[in-house]
């Protein structure tokens, strides 16, 4: 009968502390579901998406140049000026600021 109770209390026991870790487990969930929360990550998930679409050149076709520049502007190549249409902008590389 002893082994029982045993059992029976480390049963018990072990439930409750179960029972404790989940409910904590839950509230922590619930409180990552609120309206600000999700809203906020939404955002970020946007705004993200966003970012990449931008940086990322659409199906890495190359652009002429022509689309990128004002018809006022001279292209120069080597300091000579060159007929803008001719030029094909294949990569696009950041170049640091002054």
Not at 19 to 28: C, F, I, N, T
Not at 35 to 52: F, I
């Amino acid at each position: 009968m002893l082994k029982r109770a045993t059992w029976f209390l480390a049963g018990t026991v072990t439930g409750a502390a179960g029972s404790g870790y989940a409910k904590r487990r839950v509230r922590a969930a619930v409180s990552q579901v609120t309206p600000r929360t999700v809203a906020r990550q939404g955002a970020v998930a946007l705004r993200r998406q966003a970012t990449r679409l931008v940086r990322r050149e659409p199906n890495h076709t190359p652009q002429s140049l022509a689309d990128r520049i004002a018809p006022d502007e001279q292209v120069l190549v080597d300091g000579r000026p060159v007929d803008r249409e001719r030029i094909v902008v294949t990569r696009q590389h950041l170049l640091p600021g002054p």
